[in-house]
């Protein structure tokens, strides 16, 4: 059974900067991608950051230029840098992994909170 397990949330100021990391069980490799989905208290579930095995990177454009996903082969892990952040990114930060094609993702974390105070 593939886990995901996040760390790194946590509470900073507006313009201030996070780093996630998502540590997989397995080798990230087998995953055809990776992403970071976020949600916000009574919103759904949004797209934050994708990065596909071949390492085409993909944001959403609330983040794109502040933020950028990363990986390690060797130590299974995906990151999610922050930068600038601002109070609207304030949520609980998922890492998710799809095996194959474009579909729903297979497995997700358990999610992460991060809280920037204005």
């Known amino acids: 059974q593939v886990q995901l397990v996040e760390s790194g949330g946590g509470l900073a100021q507006a313009g201030g900067s996070l780093r996630l990391s998502c540590a997989a069980s397995g080798s990230i490799l087998s995953f055809s991608t990776m992403g970071w989905y976020r949600q916000a208290s009574g919103k759904p579930r949004d797209l934050v950051a994708h990065i596909t095995r071949g390492g085409t990177l993909i944001y959403a454009d609330s983040v794109r230029g502040r933020f950028t996903i990363s990986r390690d082969v060797v130590k299974k892990a995906v990151y999610l840098h922050m930068n600038n952040l601002k109070p609207e990114d304030t949520g609980v930060y998922y890492c998710?992994?799809?095996?194959?094609?474009?579909?729903?993702?297979?497995?997700w974390g358990q999610g992460t909170q991060v809280t920037v105070s204005s």
């Open positions: 998710a992994a799809r095996l194959t094609g474009n579909g729903n993702f297979d497995y």
